[in-house]
């Protein structure tokens, strides 16, 4: 399931870590009785999907939690790209990095447990055994940032507005029907499918907008519209409010000393900081030379080279700036990144001529040349985890697609999936000829040095869309290795808001971008790769995929009743996905490069599953 509907609440660095987020499953599991339903329904007070889970009714707080730490200091970090708009429900514009500051949601994410979920606004939920419905039961002390109680009324106003203004959350909850008040605290959201045991978890995350004050009227009396961009400073029920901003270059946040909820125990020991500053660059390299300076504290490595040679200034001699790499947030998850040709165009919509553009990358060579053999070849879609498919299939696995045998690649049965190899010229030269091979098999040859379609004498033509620079290092070298093979093949880069706009509207001939997945995979599955997705505007099956047997096997991923089940399913889908060479796979580092001003500091053990960044880590020497 994916835990990140909207822009994460600390997010930074390059616009091209869009790629969704962390996925997951909701498999709920009684943590305790908040209270009881007049049907004697429990409430409970978290979610799970993988097994007892740790914190039980009446916790403190959570283990990785200092409770004692101060609040104070600030976080400076860069942002690439501009924003229009602080409406958090909108799916138009640009929203500012770090809105989700300003918002609080049903449920609360654990770091140190897989998928697994406590009450935030919520003090509880309730479900029956089919679930065909969840009320949640809000908490008593839940206030906006104008002290005003929060209503079953503005959690049923944030569903519906959700669901009709933005198409992805309309996707994501298509089997949500309705949201009603059924008590004096409590919201019941009505299923038209039973048995699908993520949706109680993935309303939990659902953010909750002020009901009155976006009907309301601003300050030159004008009337609200949340069906519009707004540069308003947004009110809402969290930890942080819009302190100040200067539209589409930065914005600040501010600590609010009245939050209702900084003493409740999921949030004992976090919101530590008293400001985040965001500031916007059109150009990574200048963001960094601004963190060189000073004028920024905490930086997520994204290259190679700069990781390796970018850090001999005299702050980190001194001791000043401190680099780790952690490997926390990436324990649980899985990704599959790459270029993504669009099957919505012709040239694409042949198997093997997507194959034969895989045969033109030459990863080892990049790796070599300008990786500093920091990567790894991704060869999943759901690489380092459990649940990435290998070797051919077998028993549980093997018996899912012999039932849709009909609806697969015959391939997948007899042929374990495996990238082309390159790094040397014999072995490279041996690539393209396999690509020409491909192409001519696709009904493409080579005339005059173009790669033509023999029917229509059309060059095979593409242009790889970027939204930064950085990345121009990676498809430059691979647009020059398809020429070489006779395609017309060319690189954009483009600006935040024409990017966003053309990927939108899938007005691209190849991306790259990716998927994150969690090891509880779910609903999020249909959004990558359901055909009904393809059609949709907005949605994030980039590749086009449109496919009878992979649908078939997402509905298995969704409604397994069990982790055998569920592992089985995924990895037939994962084998699947990769003999339709939808996505020329990419690389990964499983870590993270984090670099900052020696002006933090962190409690001993992270938490398993994240670096805990800013959420739990403090200010050094902030007073109380």
């Known amino acids: 399931m994916n835990r990140k509907l909207t822009k994460g609440r600390h997010s930074g660095g390059i616009s091209a870590s869009r790629i969704i987020g962390f996925a997951m499953i909701g498999v709920l599991a009684i943590l305790g009785t908040a209270a009881a339903r007049a049907d004697d329904l429990p409430f409970r007070v978290g979610t799970s999907s993988s097994g007892t889970p740790r914190y039980q009714q009446g916790f403190a707080h959570f283990h990785y939690v200092n409770p004692q730490a101060p609040k104070g200091g600030e976080v400076s970090m860069s942002v690439v790209g501009t924003y229009d708009t602080f409406n958090p429900v909108l799916a138009k514009g640009d929203a500012a990095t770090g809105l989700s500051l300003v918002f609080d949601t049903l449920l609360k994410p654990s770091s140190d447990e897989v998928t697994t979920s406590y009450g935030l606004l919520a003090e509880g939920v309730a479900y029956p055994d089919d679930i065909s419905y969840a009320t949640f039961r809000l908490r008593k002390e839940a206030k906006w940032a104008d002290g005003k109680p929060l209503s079953p009324e503005d959690v049923i106003f944030s569903f519906d507005k959700g669901k009709e203004l933005n198409p992805q959350l309309s996707f994501y909850y298509a089997h949500v029907v309705k949201a009603e008040k059924t008590g004096e605290r409590d919201v019941t959201f009505r299923f038209d499918e039973k048995n699908n045991r993520e ?161 033109a990358f030459d990863f080892e060579e990049l790796n070599r040349t300008t990786f500093f053999s920091q990567y790894q070849r991704v060869n999943s879609y759901f690489y380092g985890s459990e649940l990435a498919s290998s070797g051919l299939p077998e028993g549980r696995e093997l018996e899912i697609l012999n039932e849709i045998k009909d609806k697969v690649p015959p391939s997948v049965f007899t042929e374990a999936y495996k990238n082309p190899v390159g790094g040397k010229p014999d072995l490279f030269r041996n690539n393209l000829k396999s690509a020409i091979g491909l192409m001519k098999e696709a009904g493409y040859e080579i005339r005059g040095g173009k790669m033509v379609n023999t029917k229509t004498g059309e060059q095979a033509k593409l242009e790889i869309l970027l939204d930064n620079n950085t990345l121009e290092r990676v498809a430059l070298p691979f647009a020059q290795n398809l020429k070489k093979i006779g395609f017309d093949a060319t690189v954009r880069v483009a600006d935040e808001a024409q990017y966003t706009n053309r990927v939108r509207s899938f007005d691209y001939d190849m991306l790259y971008n990716g998927w994150g997945q969690s090891l509880h995979p779910g609903n999020e599955q249909t959004e990558y790769w359901g055909s009904a997705a393809a059609k949709r505007e907005g949605s994030k099956n980039y590749a086009g995929i449109s496919d009878p047997g992979i649908d078939i096997l997402i509905k298995k991923v969704i409604f397994a009743q069990n982790a055998d089940e569920l592992k089985a399913a995924t990895k037939a889908l994962d084998r699947v996905l990769l003999a339709g060479h939808y996505v020329v796979p990419g690389y990964t580092l499983r870590a993270s490069r984090l670099a900052y001003w020696d002006k933090f500091d962190r409690p001993k053990e992270l938490p398993e599953y994240s670096i805990g960044f800013p959420d739990v880590w403090w200010a050094k020497g902030a007073a109380e």
């Open 199 to 359: 949706l109680p978890d993935i309303l939990g995350q659902l953010v909750v907008v002020p009901k009155h004050w976006w009907e309301g009227k601003d300050d030159k009396g004008n009337p609200r519209d949340i069906g519009k961009t707004t540069l308003e400073p947004v009110m809402g029920s969290g930890p942080y409010r819009i302190a100040s901003f200067q539209a589409g270059s930065s914005i600040r946040y501010e600590l609010r000393d009245d939050y209702w909820g900084k003493d409740i125990n999921v949030n004992v020991g976090q919101n530590n900081f008293r400001t985040f500053t965001y500031t916007y660059f059109g150009d990574l390299d200048v963001a960094f030379e601004a963190f060189r300076s000073g004028s920024l504290n905490f930086w997520s490595e994204n290259s190679a080279k700069r990781w390796a040679t970018g850090y001999d200034f005299p702050a980190v001699k001194e001791g000043k700036v401190k680099r780790e790499v952690l490997d926390n947030s990436y324990r649980a998850s899985g990704v599959m990144v790459g270029f993504i040709p669009n099957q919505r165009r012709a040239l694409f919509k042949d198997a093997r001529v997507r194959e034969a553009l895989n045969y």
